[in-house]
């Protein structure tokens, strides 16, 4: 937790809600996202009980297990699952535009992509791990399953390891959502609680966050958000229900009621927080999207569109376990993704960029001195590098020869030469280097003038080229040789926890 | 058997094994300062003597700079490669040698029987291959760096100390835990994982830490190996050119630490945040103070003494804004050259004398990356004659109070030293050279 947030979550309990620590949205929010709030049967790993999901706050569908123990029913459940969200996902592959790629490459990309919208990451994680318990399953043979259920594990199984990248929004956690955009007066494992979250954030009239937040803690007025359920709800009303459900010599009217008894309890487990879903929705909605959002949202419709062809040109379902060179190549665009995620967020924000601000990594300060055309004639091709000088009373912790960017001027980059302590701060003398036309004179406007007010940063969203990794054949001896290839195994449907 | 003699004989083994073990790979664990780099730079000229071409990855510019010059010092006839990226200026210790070559192609230093770069920049290469490659810090190398360089070598030697901080990533995710390839692993974790036969060599002798400081260390942070002091009880000790004049708890620390290596300097207890100010003026004045005082250093290398300058003190934190605001503190000395870094970057380095911020000073909580034993092991090895810990009071209640809770995972082996222990044990031998300040 950075000083700042600590800051506003102080600042949060005083005032009696939520504080916003951040200027604009930094999560793409599309415009028919589909939302889905999850139940799974306590005891059992990951069995589900209950889903609510769709795309309109109107008309929620809700799908229940009424044995959540039996695994015909389970699989069924998936079949049902699978006309929903792979329902939904298909209403977007088929509109395409085209992009420029390369130098003067065109490509195709799918206009829109789907966006799945979960109350918290457990919820995340019950979707992995639906993904994972039904992506190998086989339409034929032994233990069939409907043909939709694989293709529904293999689009979970996409989103959930989508959700792994910073910055992608295809498959979004709404707690971590909000609190990338607001600090509760709470604990960071409180926020986790979507209806206590909320409370801070959006209190009803004449409540404080606190109360709010409170009472978000009863789980009779708020049930938890799921994929846990009420321990309380279980044993009074939901072990009733499911035995009732399953009582064997019973008719089919009652059995009937009895599962339809089991629905509206669900349903009443549920709709509070699919309400609180859409209410975030709309909260989000509000804030103007930061300038990077679309770019990012673009690499998630890139994403989705080559998982589209993949599926097209019939490729194989993701792998049980990533191979040798699959992770150490996932690890490396992972962590290119988070450089220029955080990047991205500092240079849209600058609440995010006052907390590099606090840390040293960033300053920022008036220009007291510009010399904006000073060129650099130590090489025989004399080049124009103009140096200006900040006044800053930042804590700094760059040094000469770092390289350093202006959220303003991001096609301009500084080299620092030289920091000197002034009285009560520093002045740091910055020597500036492209975005100022090609002439050996700065374009007008292009170097910071006398008086300017400006934030430099040591974060760079510049491009990383992919690591070099061998091929998956040429995996060497020091991590285990090359592995065997993928058969598709009667283990891949009998794996007795799926 | 003298400390020399043990010495000698494990590094014969390491060479012997390299010419007749016929093994894939030879790990070597080295404990700090056991001469790490001497046996890489033997090795070295040993397989380059045999017309064995080989390459060595080290983990920066300055550890690849560091190990030229020594190589090219030990065999002035050797033709040596410095493989480069685009950024790098030849520091003087390389431009001096005329053996060396400098390029960033491979192709560009065709001649040279040995090439030395860093394993970023061998990462990058993808044409060549050679029999042998020396990997240096080599626990310090994340494994999917090793992927990325081992298709270019044959049979490797692997050297490295385990008790240093292991790497890390900017990435939080528990998808591969438990695969014997997790690319989080160090690169020799993942390498004995997928080859667990490998031979596994110990230096057995730390030329670096006193008498005062091996026990200790090796206790806490290497249960299983241990390691001696090369040097015996009384070959090294501590003299001020100076009297104290007056009392002072700092005065009363540092006399302390010359007299037995080791000092806690402890502020009262106190919830603070990092860049704890009291802590931070503690260990400015410890250092000023020994200046002051004009430490002389009476050891094997200076029997005569030598005076301990701003030079061969280091001040390590575990946080950078720590090392930024002890740096502000420090003004002018740090002008000087006192060494003010966090403990990532001291890997590696040797001080005679070492002021440590404890990581866990001032804490509520005892965190995984607090507690982590490379953390305090490379804080608390650095140095040749004497430690002073500055931490605030009540860190054996704060481990007390934070039981180890990680979560156990399927297939993964468990990690010693374990942190929390290791915390521990550092702290019961300090209790008894504490001393608090006014």
């Known amino acids: 937790m950075s000083a700042l947030t600590a800051f506003a979550r102080a600042q949060a309990v005083s005032d009696g809600v939520a504080q916003p620590v951040s200027t604009v949205r930094h999560v793409h929010i599309a415009d028919r996202p589909l939302v889905l709030v999850a139940l799974t049967l306590a005891g059992e790993a990951n069995a589900p009980l209950a889903v609510m999901a769709g795309d309109d706050p109107e008309s929620a569908e809700l799908l229940v297990v009424s044995q959540p123990r039996n695994r015909d029913q389970r699989f069924a459940f998936a079949a049902r699952l699978a006309s929903i969200v792979v329902g939904y996902i298909d209403s977007y592959r088929s509109l395409t535009e085209t992009v420029r790629s390369g130098r003067d490459g065109e490509r195709q990309r799918l206009a829109a992509a789907p966006q799945i919208l979960v109350p918290n990451p457990a919820t995340a994680a019950f979707v992995r791990l639906l993904g994972r318990s039904t992506r190998l ?113 019973v008719s089919a009217a009652r059995q009937q009621i009895a599962v339809l008894n089991m629905q509206n309890a669900l349903r009443g487990q549920l709709v509070p927080t699919w309400n609180l879903m859409w209410r975030s929705v709309t909260l989000l909605r509000s804030l103007p999207a930061g300038a990077h959002v679309a770019a990012r949202w673009d690499s998630d419709r890139d994403a989705f569109t080559s998982y589209c062809e993949h599926l097209r040109d019939g490729g194989p379902p993701q792998p049980r376990r990533d191979s040798a060179v699959a992770a150490a190549s996932r690890l490396n665009s992972l962590e290119r993704a988070q450089a220029s995620y955080a990047a991205q967020r500092a240079f849209d924000d600058p609440l995010v960029l006052a907390q590099y601000r606090l840390t040293g990594e960033a300053f920022g300060g008036l220009v007291t001195a510009a010399d904006p055309d000073r060129l650099d004639t130590s090489s025989s091709r004399r080049k124009l590098r103009p140096l200006i ?73 510049r491009f990383q080229p992919r690591g070099s990794f061998p091929a998956r054949e040429d995996t060497p001896w020091t991590h285990g040789g090359p592995p065997p290839g993928y058969v598709a195994t009667l283990g891949d449907v009998t794996e007795d926890w799926s | 058997m003298t400390a020399q003699d043990k010495s000698a004989a494990a590094v014969a083994e390491v060479l012997s094994l390299l010419e007749h073990g016929g093994h894939r790979g030879i790990v070597v664990d080295s404990p700090p300062g056991a001469g790490k780099s001497e046996l890489v730079v033997r090795a070295a000229r040993e397989l380059a003597g045999a017309w064995e071409p080989l390459i060595v990855v080290a983990q920066t510019n300055n550890q690849v700079d560091d190990l030229v010059d020594r190589l090219a010092s030990a065999a002035p006839d050797l033709v040596i490669g410095r493989l480069s990226g685009q950024d790098y200026q030849p ?36 044409q060549g291959y050679w029999p042998w490659a020396i990997v240096d810090e080599a626990y310090q190398m994340r494994s999917d760096m090793l992927l990325r360089i081992a298709p ?111 000092a806690l300097y402890e502020l009262p207890a106190r919830h603070t945040i990092r860049t704890d100010s009291e802590a931070v003026d503690a260990c400015v004045s410890i250092a000023e103070r020994a200046l002051q005082r004009g430490m002389v250093g009476y050891s094997e290398r200076a029997p005569g003494g030598e005076p301990i300058g701003p ?9 950078r804004d720590q090392a930024q605001a002890i740096r502000a503190r420090l003004g002018p000395l740090a002008v000087r050259g006192v060494t003010v870094d966090t403990a990532n970057r001291l890997q590696g380095r040797e001080f005679d004398l070492t002021i440590v911020l404890h990581p866990l000073s001032g804490r509520r909580d005892a965190t995984a990356f607090h507690l982590e034993a490379g953390r305090l092991c490379v804080l608390c090895s650095r140095h040749r004659h004497a430690c002073v810990v500055v931490a605030r009071a009540g860190i054996p209640e704060l481990l007390d109070a934070h039981p180890h809770t990680e979560p156990v995972h399927l297939n993964v082996p468990a990690k010693f030293p374990d942190g929390w222990e290791a915390n521990q044990a550092v702290m019961a031998h300090l209790a008894e050279r504490k001393v608090r300040a006014q």
């Not at chain 2, 030079?311 to 946080?319: E, F, L, P």
Request: glycine share 10%; aromatic share 6%; net charge negative.
């Open chain 1, 389 to 461: 000088t900040l006044s800053t009373q930042d804590p700094l912790r760059i040094e000469a020869g770092d390289t350093v960017i202006s959220p303003a001027r991001p096609s301009q980059s500084a080299v620092v030469t030289s920091v000197t302590s002034d009285a009560g701060g520093a002045l740091v003398v910055l020597e500036l280097a492209g975005g100022m036309g090609r002439a050996l004179k700065a374009a007008p406007g292009s170097v910071p003038a006398i008086g300017e007010r400006l934030c430099y940063t040591t974060l760079s969203d």
């Open chain 2, 91 to 126: 520091s003087p210790r390389v431009s001096q040698h005329a053996t060396v070559t400098v390029a960033q192609q491979v192709r560009d230093l065709g001649g040279c029987l040995v090439i030395m770069g860093t394993a970023a920049k061998w990462a990058t290469v993808s």
């Open chain 2, 311 to 319: 030079g061969r003190i280091a001040i390590g934190t575990a946080h």
């Open chain 1, 137 to 249: 399953r086989r339409p034929d043979g032994e233990h069939a399953v409907d043909p939709a259920v694989p293709v529904l594990g293999r689009w979970l199984t996409f989103l959930a390891e989508r959700n792994e990248v910073p910055g992608s929004c295809l498959l979004l956690a709404m707690t971590q959502a909000l609190a990338l955009h607001w600090a509760s007066g709470q604990s960071a494992v409180e926020d986790l609680n979507l209806a206590a979250l909320m409370g801070w954030i959006d209190p009803p009239a004449g409540v404080t966050g606190l109360e709010a937040a409170l009472a978000a803690e009863d789980p009779l007025a708020w049930p938890p958000a799921g994929p846990a359920t009420d321990p309380v709800f279980d044993n009074e009303v939901l072990a009733r229900l499911i035995t009732e459900c399953s009582r064997p010599g």
């Open chain 2, 152 to 262: 270019r070598f044959s049979r490797g030697l692997f050297v490295g100390d385990p008790g240093q901080l292991d790497p890390f990533s900017t990435i939080e995710v528990d998808r591969w835990t438990g695969l014997t390839w997790d690319p989080m692993l160090s690169a020799v974790a993942v390498l004995l994982r997928n080859n667990p036969g490998l031979p596994e060599c110990q230096l057995p002798v730390s030329w670096r830490l006193p008498e005062s400081a091996a026990p200790v260390v090796a206790e806490a942070f290497y249960p299983f190996t241990g390691f001696t002091a090369g040097t015996a009880a009384g070959e090294r000790r501590v003299e001020f050119s100076t009297r104290a004049f007056g009392f002072s708890a700092v005065d009363e620390a540092i006399d302390l630490a010359a007299g037995s290596g080791w």
